[in-house]
T-cell receptor
């Protein structure tokens, strides 16, 4: 079963750029890479999705190297409201998502 | 994006009783929905895949007779926790995936979760 590895926690300050890397060594050829954000007592919220190279939307960028064994979520100029847990689940087959431990990001004033 | 709702948002029940949690896709149809459980400070653990019109598929270690799943329509799946015990107290989250298209495989949308407390 495919697994992911992320740093358990990260700290940052308001206005800084934060990069969170996820290792997914066994990702399947057809699988996309998706990142989610979760606040306490809420369901995960979709942030960004990509297959290769770089994807950017209004909230984040996603960098995926050619071998696709890892990906990096980049949050530009974080604010206190970005304090959350960030996940990069993998497809466990039949479109079901398997979540790893996630990265707990704390943004400080 | 698409919206998935859950009802109730929180529930307290007594040990030995059953509790039903509803998951609805509000603006899209979902032939497949998923149920997760999350304990405090832990990640989401997939419990089962809910298939419209057929039996649910449970993950290893999840008791199918305890966690009854029904997916009666393309927009509604229900999870019933039967004979609940305090150890079943958790945050239950459902998700549904839209069909996707040329731009990618589609997104999986999560409900807001249901906090179950068994006393």
């Amino acid at each position: 079963l495919a697994k992911t590895t992320q740093p358990i926690s990260m700290d940052s300050y308001e206005g800084q750029e934060v990069n969170i890397t996820c290792s997914h060594n066994n990702i399947a050829t057809n699988d996309y890479i998706t990142w989610y954000q979760q606040f306490p007592s809420q369901g995960p919220r979709f942030i960004i999705q990509g297959y290769k190279t770089k994807v950017t939307n209004e909230v984040a960028s996603l960098f995926i190297p050619a071998d696709r064994k890892s990906s990096t979520l980049s949050l530009p100029r974080v604010s206190l409201s970005d304090t959350a847990v960030y996940y990069c689940p993998v497809d466990g087959g039949y479109n079901k998502l398997i979540f790893g431990a996630g990265t707990r990001l704390a943004v400080h004033p | 994006g698409a919206v998935v709702s859950q009802h109730p948002s929180w529930v307290i029940c007594k040990s030995g009783t059953s509790v039903k949690i509803e998951c609805r896709s509000l603006d899209f149809q979902a032939t497949t929905m998923f149920w997760y459980r999350q304990f405090p400070k832990q990640s989401l653990m997939l419990m089962a895949t809910s298939n419209e019109g057929s039996k649910a598929t449970y993950e290893q270690g999840v008791e199918k007779d305890k966690f009854l799943i029904n997916h009666a329509s393309l927009t509604l799946s229900t999870l019933t926790v039967t004979s609940a015990h305090p150890e079943d107290s958790s945050f239950y989250i459902c998700s549904a995936r839209d069909g996707g298209g040329a731009g990618g495989p589609g997104e999986q949308y999560f409900g807001p979760g249901t906090r179950l407390t068994v006393t």
